[in-house]
């Protein structure tokens, strides 16, 4: 084989075909995916929200969060077969697609003066459409019940402990958003027999259960803050980070119990 089909087959094998058969992350496109998402944060706050003068707070990540959820519910769509599949709308396509159809919006609430209005709007008009065609499509409700119960309680137990202020408020978010979709995950392998994609936690998973989520996620979470408060001393960019984490979160817990109420 020559060293041009050698490239071709390890990016085929690696990143293309996961995309379309599901068969999972693996090493390899697990870490040129976490590669890409740190330089695509840092980037994105250095050349765009920064030079537009958009502060890194509350209403940001509000701002940001009819996109995600478009963005997670055509994702889903596609798995449960309302839309073709389509390198653009499958992971990690979507992500790019939702960046860049959120950007000229965030440019034009700056230059007006009206942010985060449009942005906003521009989100909820996308969102809508998305999650119209989910409800028509819907075959059974049960996993967001279940979802949302689990949701709950750990949503309980987070605020219950924020009380004390262990950590920043904007970092209330991303917790959050992790739990959703931490509930969502262990609803999805525990309670329907779905498989987990992501490479780590499939091994975790196969060997602890689905409930192994729960302390794995929050010591992820309290690593995560903690390296940030001591790597990124601008605490601008440090909150710009906690939104990318919010996302990450925020993104699968609305795609994981979609999918499922389209697909059972």
């Known amino acids: 084989m020559s060293v041009e089909g050698a490239v071709i087959d390890f990016f085929y094998r690696y990143f293309w075909e996961p995309m379309f058969t599901r068969s999972g992350y693996n090493a390899v496109n697990t870490f040129v995916y976490a590669l890409l998402f740190?330089?695509?944060?840092?980037?994105?706050?250095?050349?765009?929200?920064?030079?537009?003068?958009?502060?890194?707070?509350?209403?940001?990540?509000?701002?940001?969060?009819?996109?995600?959820?478009?963005?997670?519910?055509?994702?889903?769509?596609?798995?449960?077969?309302?839309?073709?599949?389509?390198?653009?709308?499958?992971t990690p396509g979507i992500f790019f697609t939702a960046f860049f159809l959120i950007l000229p919006a965030i440019y034009a609430d700056s230059k007006l003066g009206m942010y985060p209005k449009i942005t906003v709007a521009w989100g909820t008009i996308l969102a809508l459409w998305a999650n119209y065609l989910l409800v028509t499509h819907a075959k059974n409700w049960e996993p967001y019940e279940l979802t949302l119960i689990h949701t709950a309680v750990s949503f309980a137990a987070v605020f219950i402990f924020y009380r004390w202020r262990p950590f920043d408020r904007l970092y209330l978010y991303p917790v959050l958003a992790h739990y959703f979709d931490v509930a969502s995950t262990v609803v999805a392998i525990?309670?329907?027999?779905?498989?987990?994609?992501?490479?780590?936690?499939?091994?975790?998973?196969?060997?602890?259960?689905?409930?192994?989520?729960?302390?794995?996620?929050?010591?992820?979470?309290?690593?995560?803050?903690?390296?940030?408060?001591?790597?990124?001393?601008?605490?601008?960019?440090?909150?710009?980070?906690y939104l990318a984490i919010y996302i990450l979160g925020l993104g699968p817990a609305i795609r994981d119990p979609a999918q499922m109420i389209l697909q059972l």
């Open 190 to 241: 525990h309670f329907y027999g779905y498989r987990e994609v992501h490479w780590i936690e499939n091994h975790l998973v196969n060997w602890f259960g689905a409930y192994i989520y729960y302390p794995w996620i929050t010591l992820i979470l309290v690593v995560v803050y903690y390296a940030l408060k001591e790597l990124v001393t601008d605490e601008e960019e440090r909150r710009f980070w």
């Open 38 to 90: 740190g330089l695509g944060v840092i980037y994105t706050y250095k050349w765009i929200i920064k030079p537009l003068k958009i502060p890194v707070d509350e209403r940001l990540f509000w701002a940001v969060t009819p996109m995600v959820v478009f963005g997670a519910t055509v994702r889903a769509l596609v798995d449960g077969g309302v839309l073709p599949q389509h390198p653009l709308i499958l």
